[in-house]
């Protein structure tokens, strides 16, 4: 696959050259499948604090923020369980690690008591080398959630 790529004609930046293609402006969409739609809902409703924007009887959107050009970046949630060939999800074996949502560093403290209100346990990090200050829960299917802000000082 990788030749047929290259075939093609595509630059890959290496530590060599600085040459890149930059067609991409922001990240549009993020998409989960999920066994309980409706709990999955509530937590990125009432826990994280998205916006929903539609729901509809197997999906829900919620609005993360203003995207590029107009297109709103989105969480999409998906219940895949109406599909024949369908087996579920487990969080333990999906290659999604993790996701995370950028907060205002003035909210970090305000945003760890509240998570922690909801009788979640919070992990906190410090990634010194990009400076960010991460909070981490675990929705109700068991993946990871992060909040993260931008830290001068870390």
Known sequence: MLRRFLAR???????????RHMAIRGLGEI??????LDAMQK????????????????????????????HTQVLALFDRSQNP???????ATSTVDHIA?????TDFAGEKKRLEA???QVETTE????????LYVINPEGNQV???CYDGSV
């Not at 004609?9 to 040459?19: D, F, L, R």
């Not at 937590?43 to 107009?70: H, S, W």
């Not at 990634?127 to 991460?134: D, F, I, L, T």
Request: hydrophobic share 45%; charged share 15%; glycine share 10%.
């Open 9 to 19: 004609g595509v630059i890959m930046p290496t530590s060599s050259t600085n040459e």
């Open 31 to 36: 998409a989960l499948r999920v066994n309980n």
């Open 101 to 105: 949502f950028e907060i205002a560093l």
């Open 118 to 120: 909801f009788g979640l």
């Open 43 to 70: 937590f990125y409703e009432k826990v994280i604090g998205l916006q929903l924007m539609t729901r509809v009887p197997n999906c829900a959107f919620f609005r993360i923020a203003d995207g590029y050009g107009g």
């Open 146 to 148: 992060e909040l993260v």
């Open 127 to 134: 990634h010194a080398w990009v400076h960010w200050r991460s």
């Open 85 to 91: 060939n369908y087996h579920g999800t487990d969080a």
